[in-house]
C-alpha cells in the first residue's frame, strides 16, 4: 500500500498567511502543517509517499522535506495543474500507485492524534473513511446512519446535519478507485466530490466507517490552525488545553 498527500489548494480561507506561501508549510505548534500527516501515514508502516501540489510550491516543498531519507520514507511529488477538487487531486495519483494494491489518502491539513489502525485496512477489498463527532459538522462532509446506527449515506457540508460525525480528511481506497474518479462529473462547485467516492463505496457496500477516538481537526481556517496547534502542544506537554478556549474556536469556526 502506498501513500498519498494531498497538499495542494490556494488556502484562500487563510490569507494573507498564504499569499506567498503553500498552506501545508505553515506551522502547527512546532512543525510545518505538512509533518503531520506525514507521521499519520508512517504510523501505517508506509514508507512510499506521493505529496500532490501546485506547481507554485512544488519547489518549496522539496527543499523543506527533500527525498524522505531523513524520516526513513521515500517521497515522491507530483503537480496538480489546477485545483478541481479532492478527487481530482488523488486522480493525479493513478500512475504513482498503478499495480501497488490498496492506497492510503490523507489531507495535508489534517492533524490527528496517533491514529490506532484496524489491522485488516491493508489486506482486505473495502474502503475505510474516519469519522469524528464534532461542534460544527456543517463544515464538513457529514455521516448519517439509521437505527442501527449503521451508516447509510454522507452529505457534503449539509445545512442541517443529520449527525455531528464528520468525514475526517482520511480515507483508504481499493485500488479501482482511479477508475471510478474517472467516471465522476463535477458538482455544482465545478469540483470532483471524495463524497461521491465515498458514496459509490457505500452503495456497493464496501465502505467500513472508523470512529476515531483521539483528536483531530483539520488546520484550513484560522480558528482550525489554532486548535490543531493546541491539540499537539497538548499531546506534547501531555496535558490538555482549557476547554473555554474549544467553545471559542468552535463560535469561530461557525463564522468563517
Known amino acids: 500500500m502506498r501513500g498519498i498527500i494531498l497538499a495542494g489548494g490556494t488556502g484562500s480561507r487563510l490569507h494573507p498567511l498564504t499569499r506567498v506561501t503553500n498552506k501545508h508549510l505553515l506551522p502547527v505548534y512546532d512543525k510545518p502543517m505538512i509533518y503531520h500527516p506525514l507521521e499519520t501515514l508512517k504510523s501505517l508502516g508506509l514508507k512510499d509517499i506521493l505529496i500532490v501540489t501546485g506547481g507554485e510550491s512544488l519547489g518549496d516543498m522539496m527543499n523543506l522535506l527533500g527525498s524522505g531519507t531523513d524520516q526513513g520514507i521515500r517521497l515522491t511529488y507530483k503537480i496538480q495543474d489546477k485545483a478541481r477538487g479532492i478527487a481530482d487531486a488523488l486522480l493525479c495519483a493513478e500512475d504513482y500507485c498503478r499495480n501497488d494494491g490498496k492506497v492510503a489518502v490523507i489531507l495535508g491539513d489534517n492533524i490527528f492524534d496517533p491514529l490506532k489502525f484496524p489491522s485488516e485496512v491493508a489486506k482486505d477489498n473495502d474502503a475505510y473513511i474516519f469519522l469524528k463527532e464534532v461542534q460544527d459538522p456543517e463544515r464538513f462532509g457529514v455521516a448519517n446512519f439509521n437505527e442501527k446506527n449503521e451508516i447509510i449515506g454522507i452529505e457534503e457540508k449539509p445545512k442541517t446535519p443529520k449527525s455531528n460525525f464528520a468525514v475526517t480528511g ?28 465515498n458514496n459509490h463505496y457505500l452503495k456497493n457496500k464496501k465502505l467500513k466507517a472508523v470512529k476515531v477516538e483521539g483528536h483531530w481537526s483539520d488546520a484550513g481556517t484560522f480558528p482550525s490552525l489554532l486548535r490543531a496547534s493546541l491539540i499537539k502542544a497538548g499531546i506534547a506537554n501531555g496535558s490538555l488545553y482549557d476547554e473555554k478556549v474549544i467553545d471559542l474556536i468552535h463560535k469561530l469556526n461557525k463564522t468563517q
Open 170 to 197: 482520511l480515507y483508504i481506497y481499493p485500488s479501482d478507485v482511479f477508475e471510478f474518479i474517472k467516471t465522476l462529473q463535477p458538482s455544482k462547485r465545478g469540483e470532483l466530490e471524495i463524497t461521491d467516492v
